[in-house]
């Protein structure tokens, strides 16, 4: 029954440190990676429209940063999608 909601901008940065064709995926594993630390979930789901706004310029270039909704229910399962600005 209760649901907590928060807004977050997570740092994708860390996605740099790896081989140039590897970015955009890391990114994705840094996003689920803030996503346990800060909302202590059972479960994750990331909405589509996140993963296309990280891969949007490709691989190669993901964005060093990105604001998102979380929303945890009363499972555990969180729904991360983007922030509306």
Same mark, same amino acid.
């Given at each position: /029954?209760?649901?907590? *909601?928060?807004?977050?901008?997570?740092?994708?940065? #860390?996605?740099?440190?790896?081989?140039?064709?590897?970015?955009?995926?890391?990114?994705?594993?840094?996003?689920?990676?803030?996503? *346990? #630390?800060? /909302?202590?979930?059972?479960?994750?789901?990331? %909405?589509?429209?996140?993963?296309?706004?990280?891969?949007?310029?490709?691989?190669?270039?993901?964005?060093?940063?990105? #604001?998102?909704? /979380?929303?945890?229910?009363? %499972?555990?399962?969180?729904?991360?999608?983007?922030?509306?600005?």
């Amino acid at each position: /029954m209760s649901e907590l *909601e928060r807004i977050y901008t997570v740092p994708l940065g #860390r996605a740099w440190i790896v081989q140039k064709f590897r970015r955009a995926e890391r990114a994705v594993m840094e996003l689920r990676k803030f996503t *346990e #630390r800060h /909302m202590k979930p059972t479960e994750i789901v990331i %909405d589509p429209s996140v993963n296309e706004a990280i891969w949007a310029r490709g691989i190669k270039n993901p964005p060093r940063k990105i #604001r998102v909704k /979380m929303t945890k229910d009363s %499972d555990g399962l969180v729904v991360v999608t983007l922030a509306e600005a």
